[in-house]
């Protein structure tokens, strides 16, 4: 069974920083492209970034470019995502997601999702 | 940027009755890579279509999704209660990725 368990989140000042992490399981972790996917409270889905499987490709939404910092320890069966200069605006629900096609490239299409970690940013 | 845009915001519908949902893209999506999710109240999202008209994994065959291009729907042929949720469009075939606003599916 296929298995994304995300961790991390929390409360942090504006300009702040956090590590999300993404434990996976139940499938080959090293085959797959990854990805981060946010939601606000209340609000829609926003795609935040994607690896590919050897991390050779490597995306991010405008609105995180420059701040945020994705990876992966395939050795680890693990995803990160390191946030830094926090904003009032990515205070959301971060999910970990798998990508739906066994490729060596990303397709962003998410086909397994974590329960996501709530990032709070406030002073 | 591909604006995904989907209506109507708000569809009452009671179970049993057939759900139509649409999702219009502000330029053709390419290869028409184009998804469905659902989502339940403190869930994560769920795969339901993909490709336009793909079923994903044990997703049940009263989901459907037809379209292309710019115009996309999901329809549900008889809703059971459990499909009462939020629907939200993706699409896939460039960057940015982009979701649609989503549309909440309520009990009549």
């Known amino acids: 069974e296929v298995q994304l368990v995300e961790s991390g989140g929390g409360l942090v000042k504006p300009g702040g920083s956090l590590r999300l992490s993404c434990a996976a399981s139940g499938f080959t972790f090293r085959s797959y492209s990854m990805n981060w996917v946010r939601q606000a409270p209340g609000k829609g889905l926003e795609w935040v970034s994607s690896?590919?499987?050897?991390?050779?490709?490597?995306y991010y939404a405008d609105s995180v470019k420059g701040r945020f910092t994705i990876s992966r320890d395939n050795a680890k069966n693990s995803l990160y995502l390191q946030m830094s200069g926090l904003r009032a605006e990515d205070t959301a629900v971060y999910y970990c997601?798998?990508?739906?096609?066994?490729?060596?490239?990303?397709?962003?299409?998410?086909?397994?999702w974590g329960q996501g970690t709530l990032v709070t940013v406030s002073s | 940027e591909i604006v995904l845009t989907q209506s109507p915001g708000t569809l009452s519908l009671s179970p049993g009755e057939r759900a139509t949902l649409s999702c219009r893209a502000s330029q053709s999506v390419s290869s028409n890579y184009l998804a469905w999710y659902q989502q339940k109240p403190g869930q994560a999202p769920r795969l339901l279509i993909y490709g336009a008209s793909s079923r994903a994994t044990g997703i049940p065959d009263r989901f459907s999704g037809s379209g292309s291009g710019t115009d996309f729907t999901l329809t549900i042929s008889r809703l059971e209660p459990e499909d009462f949720a939020v629907y939200y469009c993706?699409?896939?075939?460039?960057?940015?990725?982009?979701f649609g606003q989503g549309t909440r599916l309520e009990i009549k």
């Open positions: 997601a798998r990508d739906g096609f066994l490729t060596t490239v990303v397709t962003a299409l998410f086909d397994y």
């Open positions: 993706q699409q896939y075939g460039s960057s940015p990725i982009t």
């Open positions: 690896i590919s499987s050897s991390s050779s490709y490597i």
